[in-house]
């Protein structure tokens, strides 16, 4: 009898222990000046277009160097929604339609501490990648602290340029009913300026 009651205290010490935050955050990169943003969407993430601005010849005319290429937009599609552009639509265009069960799962590259993300490279859960940009400058990597996570929206800044800082925002995703905006995510996530 002792042992049962020793059983039914300790089961329900685990019920009443915090469940650990089902978010994460990887902070952002990059020089950061220019317009916030923050994508958003119903359900899970099922496409992604990045654009891509090469000057190579501009930069190394003028500078003796091998590439002046970064991220110049991007656009995630939710559902079957496609978000607005963040950034610009100029340069060339890359994309990547995700299987069903698919999900980004890491966001990596480089950045160019002086002005814009030169390298953006997404990859799923199934060993896909989408790469954009030149790989030069300095790294980053961003992933889930938790497994079972996906990439659930990607904030930064941008100008009329390029993108100039992007941070990841991971989280689980719940395919039946409501309250699976990441719309309500962002706004949680997002420091008001008063």
Wanted: glycine share 12%.
């Amino acid at each position: 009898m002792f042992s049962i009651l020793v059983v039914t205290v300790f089961l329900a010490s685990c019920l009443a222990m915090p469940i650990k935050d089902p978010y994460s955050y990887s902070s952002a990169v990059g020089q950061g000046g220019g317009t916030p943003f923050a994508s958003y969407g119903e359900g899970r993430i099922t496409g992604v277009r990045v654009w891509e601005t090469n000057n190579n010849y501009y930069y190394y005319y003028y500078y003796n160097s091998n590439s002046n290429a970064y991220i110049s937009g991007f656009q995630l599609r939710y559902g079957s929604t496609w978000s607005p552009v963040f950034g610009g639509e100029g340069g060339e265009k890359q994309e990547m339609e995700l299987f069903n069960e698919e999900a980004i799962v890491e966001v990596s590259g480089k950045y160019n501490p002086a002005d814009y993300i030169c390298y953006l490279v997404l990859t799923t859960n199934m060993g896909r990648t989408l790469s954009a940009g030149q790989p030069s400058q300095v790294s980053f990597n961003f992933y889930p602290a938790n497994m079972g996570n996906e990439l659930r929206l990607l904030s930064g800044r941008f100008n009329g340029a390029g993108i100039t800082s992007i941070g990841a925002h991971w989280g689980l995703v719940y395919m039946e009913g409501a309250g699976n905006s990441t719309l309500e995510t962002a706004l949680e996530t997002v420091t008001p300026i008063i």
